[in-house]
């Protein structure tokens, strides 16, 4: 199946990895691509990499990109992203293939979402993938299985509190 996780509330990640947990605890295979999240020390990635069965590669940088201002290096990694998750999703490698922020990178013009449409299009009926992130594209949603929208109701950052290590990142 296709399963998209979207909208402007906490959690579109957390669902993801709350899957591969799943996922992991049956055998399964698991490759997850972060877009937008380059050298930035995310905790969820300290542990994925203890883990047996699952791979991941990270692309961006440490900073966040200005969707007014994208600098065509960030481009390339998001273009980059997107073609290390179709090989893995086309290589037989995988039962399950995350895309996280891939509807961030599209909205944001990062990648083309007609690339993103083709590569849904062309996922081997034996891979479950999910793609997270704001802006997920009606197409996108439309060609998904599953669509999850994670409303924001309240949110901490309204107050001024900034992310926090091992909670938010």
Same mark, same amino acid.
């Given at each position: 199946m296709v399963e998209v996780f979207t909208g402007d509330g906490k959690g579109k990640t957390s669902a993801a990895l709350g899957m591969v947990l799943r996922a992991l605890g049956h055998g399964l295979r698991v490759y997850i691509v972060f877009f937008m999240k380059g050298s930035f020390p995310y905790g969820e990635q300290k542990t994925l990499s203890q883990l047996t069965n699952v791979t991941f590669k990270k692309f961006g940088f440490e900073t966040f990109c200005d969707p007014a201002n994208v600098k065509p290096e960030e481009k !390339?990694? /998001?273009?980059? /992203? @997107?073609? /290390?998750? #179709?090989?893995? *999703? @086309?290589?037989? =490698?995988? =039962? *399950?293939v995350i895309l996280d922020e891939v509807n961030v990178a599209a909205g944001w013009k990062l990648i083309d979402i007609s690339q993103v449409v083709q590569l849904i299009k =062309?996922? +081997?009926?034996?891979? !479950? @993938?999910? @793609?997270?992130? #704001?802006? /997920? =594209? +009606? #197409?996108? *949603?439309?060609?998904a299985d599953v669509v999850t929208i994670m409303t924001k109701v309240k949110h901490p950052y309204d107050k001024g509190i900034l992310s926090r290590k091992g909670f938010d990142y």
């Open positions: !390339e990694q /998001a273009q980059d /992203a @997107l073609s /290390a998750a #179709r090989e893995a *999703m @086309l290589s037989g =490698d995988y =039962d *399950m =062309d996922k +081997p009926e034996n891979v !479950e @993938l999910i @793609l997270t992130g #704001r802006h /997920a =594209d +009606p #197409r996108i *949603m439309e060609l």
